[in-house]
């Protein structure tokens, strides 16, 4: 009898097909048959055959259900789902041929043995043809039934598994598309000749193409350097054996109209051979290629992500020290071999610090990031700068030609700071120290030549800032030095090494006191009297000049203190203030306090500032020094002329005096005439109605012109010199004499 399974309705594939139900209908059709004795549907008018036919199945031990007549057969079909049905033709209402076509509709795996008198030719024609399995005649023999029923049962049994193969294969077939078409991944199939043969969805979006635009079509066309894939072809093509390459390629993307040239896609392709036996009956030949192409655009990404990042500084996006010693060791190899030279410039902020104490970290952020811009415009092409630390700029400049051109463009990288920095509404002025130096002359590896140049620029910090510097090695033992510093200094606080010295100031008219200006000194245990110049700019350079200008304050009291004790009083006392002193919220607090524990009067102090302390916050330093003017202290502008003068600024500070500079004074000699920059001072604080003194003077030719255009107030060695507290004692009773 035929099998009939291949007329019966197959599950058609669906448009979308949805991953999860494929799985789901997998994992179905893979199910075990069912367990137990079959299930027979016996479908017959007559009464009496009915009972007799399921006595007989139930004792040969099938299960069984009866129906009376089409109707109820089909009900009990659709229901329970038997496992075979012995089918009556001749029944009153929907007879067995009916039936037959409603069993069909039903696609349902189930064997069907007609039992019928008709046993006309056209009749059994018509039920094989309409899926009947077997065919017995009434009145039947039971053994013949039964044998009927085990072979149907079997051919069913039979007929399931193939229908659940070819299910399986067709979900798996559409699981398997999906897979295909719906990978991230470009997938494709070449034959022997490098054509494309099959290319998923992915690899026609991901180039441009339309569906099935890429058939026919050379692989190697698709590559922009299809050289490595010639020989991938060639490797994978060859021999039988299974070949797998990976490499990196780049996909050209289809040109639309208009566009120059191809958009190029980094990927990563995988190529392996496909073999299939040989024709002749002899082993596998390469029948073609199943690659894999995967879009590293992000990758790449990444990757140049990752590299930049480690080689850059993410705050101004310079190089940072890792690439700046790279491009350091290539400049430097290339130098040896052409005998040339190259400078490295190391450029470091003054007093960053303070604007990042007074201002904020992400006002001091700005401000670095400005600079690095301001720098960079200024820089030639071919030359790297980076940003190494904090405030610390390292400029490569390579194929030097002469060590001046080095200075020059340091000197160019002061000029462009000079300007103003805007910070919101906060004018910010930024200085910095340079220190240079050159290959051959001063080093001849990278971390040589990074640390002279930083001991030249250290030596420039020291001797007061914004200047430049070329290495020498006179530096290195002032390097080491600066290393211990900051220990030291917590030391010499500790332990009671600082002393003041006291200068006089001198009315040059009468020969009268002014004051003294308190100057600081460290006995150090180790390198004897240190003077300030050799401290100070560390401390103010690591913060320590906030304990140490408070030293100086309390001390400055308790020497006032002790000279009156004596009988002897200075009519008022000058102290320096570095700006990161005046900054402190908690210095006017202070000061007051001292003042007020001393039993000294506000009027018989000063403080000496410069002028940066106003220029990098003006109105918190203008309403600090109006507090201390408000209880009577003096505030003068220390090394006036020196710093980046402002008239306007001058007018809205609350400031009594200004000290000409003593490079001013020293410049004064026998042809100086009345239009020199002093006499301009001069006549700026006679105008704004301030106090003028003049610092630094030597020689008496130096007082009889000061004097000579209006300056009276003097301090330098011409008069006095700093003096210990018991000489200074000395000196003022002289004086009160
Ligand atoms: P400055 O405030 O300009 O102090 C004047 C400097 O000139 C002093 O140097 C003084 O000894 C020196 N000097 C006085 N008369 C003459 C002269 O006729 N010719 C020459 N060539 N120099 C003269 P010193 O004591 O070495 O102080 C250097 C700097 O250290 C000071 O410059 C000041 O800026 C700073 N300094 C000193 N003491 C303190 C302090 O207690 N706190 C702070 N923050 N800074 C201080
Ligand atoms: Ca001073
Ligand atoms: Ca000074």
Redesign the pocket.
């Known amino acids: 009898m035929t099998c009939p399974s291949h007329s019966r309705k197959q599950a058609q594939p669906q448009r979308r097909p949805d991953p999860l139900r494929l799985l789901h209908l997998l994992q179905r059709e893979t199910g075990p048959a069912a367990a137990g004795p079959a299930r027979i549907l016996v479908v017959d008018d007559d009464g009496r055959f009915r009972q007799s036919m399921v006595t007989m199945l139930e004792m040969a031990g099938y299960r069984c259900l009866a129906a009376a007549g089409g109707d109820e057969a089909v009900r009990l079909l659709a229901e329970q789902e038997p496992d075979l049905v012995l089918l009556d033709l001749l029944m009153p209402g929907m007879d067995g041929h009916q039936v037959l076509d409603r069993l069909r509709a039903l696609d349902r795996e189930v064997g069907i043995i007609i039992i019928s008198v008709d046993t006309t030719w056209d009749s059994l024609r018509q039920t094989l043809r309409r899926g009947a399995d077997n065919f017995i005649r009434k009145p039947y023999a039971p053994d013949e039934v039964l044998a009927a029923i085990e072979s149907c049962l079997q051919k069913r049994e039979l007929r399931r598994q193939n229908r659940r193969m070819l299910q399986q294969r067709q979900v798996s077939e559409q699981l398997h598309r999906f897979l295909v078409n719906h990978s991230p991944d470009c997938i494709f199939i070449l034959d022997t000749e490098g054509i494309i043969r099959f290319a998923n969805r992915k690899m026609h979006s991901l180039l441009g193409y339309p569906r099935e635009g890429l058939l026919d079509r050379p692989f190697a066309t698709l590559v922009a350097d299809p050289a490595g894939i010639d020989c991938a072809a060639a490797g994978g093509g060859g021999g039988g054996a299974r070949k797998r390459v990976t490499l990196d390629v780049e996909l050209k993307k289809r040109c639309r109209a208009g566009e120059a040239g191809h958009e190029l896609i980094p990927a990563e392709l995988t190529l392996m051979a496909v073999t299939c036996r040989d024709a002749s009956g002899g082993g596998r030949v390469a029948c073609g290629m199943y690659g894999v192409a995967r879009d590293i655009t992000e990758r790449k990404k990444a990757e140049a992500l990752i590299s930049f990042q480690a080689h850059h500084d993410q705050l101004t996006g310079l190089p940072n020290r890792v690439l700046l010693n790279d491009r350091l060791d290539l400049a430097i190899r290339q130098a040896q071999r052409d005998g040339g030279r190259l400078a490295v410039l190391f450029v470091d902020l003054d007093r960053f610090k303070m604007v990042n104490d007074t201002l904020g970290h992400a006002q001091g952020d700005l401000l670095l990031q400005a600079v690095a811009r301001r720098i960079a415009n200024c820089v030639r092409r071919g030359d790297t700068l980076s940003r190494i630390g904090g405030d610390e700029f390292v400029l490569l400049v390579p194929r030097l030609k002469l060590k001046k051109d080095a200075s020059r463009c340091a000197a160019g990288i002061l000029e462009i700071l000079r300007a103003p920095f805007m910070l919101g509404v906060h004018e910010v002025f930024v200085r910095a120290s340079i220190g240079i130096a050159v290959y051959p002359d001063h080093g001849d590896t990278p971390e040589e030549l990074l640390r002279h140049a930083d001991m030249a620029m250290y030596a420039i910090k020291e001797k007061g800032r914004d200047d430049v510097a070329f290495y020498h090695p006179g530096l290195d033992r002032r390097y080491a030095r600066r290393l211990s510093m900051e220990s030291e200094l917590r030391n010499g606080l500790a332990n009671n090494e600082f002393v003041?010295?006291y200068?006089p100031q001198v009315n040059m008219g009468d020969g009268s006191l002014r004051g003294l200006?308190?100057?600081?000194r460290w006995d150090h245990p180790a390198r004897g009297r240190l003077?300030?110049?050799e401290f100070?700019p560390w401390a103010e350079e690591n913060g320590l000049?906030v304990p140490?200008?408070n030293w100086?304050l309390q001390q400055v009291f308790v020497d006032i203190r002790r000279w009156k004790r004596q009988g002897v009083s200075p009519p008022l006392v000058a102290?320096?203030?570095?700006s990161l002193?005046l900054h402190q919220p908690s210095f006017l607090g202070f000061l007051v306090d001292l003042l007020e524990e001393h039993d000294i009067d506000g009027t018989s102090m000063e403080l000496?500032i410069t002028e940066n302390i106003i220029m990098n916050d003006a109105s918190g330093a203008i309403r600090r020094l109006s507090r201390l003017t408000d209880i009577g202290v003096r505030v003068a502008i220390?090394?006036f002329g020196t710093g980046y003068s402002s008239l306007s600024y001058l007018q809205r500070l609350p400031v009594t005096t200004l000290k000409i500079d003593?490079s001013f004074i020293r410049r004064i000699g026998p042809g100086s005439s009345e239009d020199s920059i002093v006499s301009a001072i001069v006549a700026m604080a006679r105008s704004l109605g301030l106090g003028l003194i003049a610092?630094?003077?030597?020689q008496e030719l130096q007082a009889r012109y000061l004097g000579r255009i209006g300056c009276h107030l003097a301090?330098?060695?011409?008069f006095a010199?700093?003096l210990g507290h018991d000489e200074t004692g000395r000196y003022l009773s002289r004086k009160s004499a």
Do not use: R
């Not at 200006?517 to 600081?520: G, Q, R, Y």
């Not at 102290?575 to 570095?578: A, D, E, P, Q, Y």
């Not at 610092?695 to 030597?698: D, F, K, S």
């Open positions: 003041l010295e200068q200006e308190a100057l600081i003077l300030p110049t100070i000049i140490l200008g100086v102290v320096n203030i570095s002193q000496e220390d090394d003593q610092e630094g003077v030597e301090q330098g060695y011409l010199s700093p």
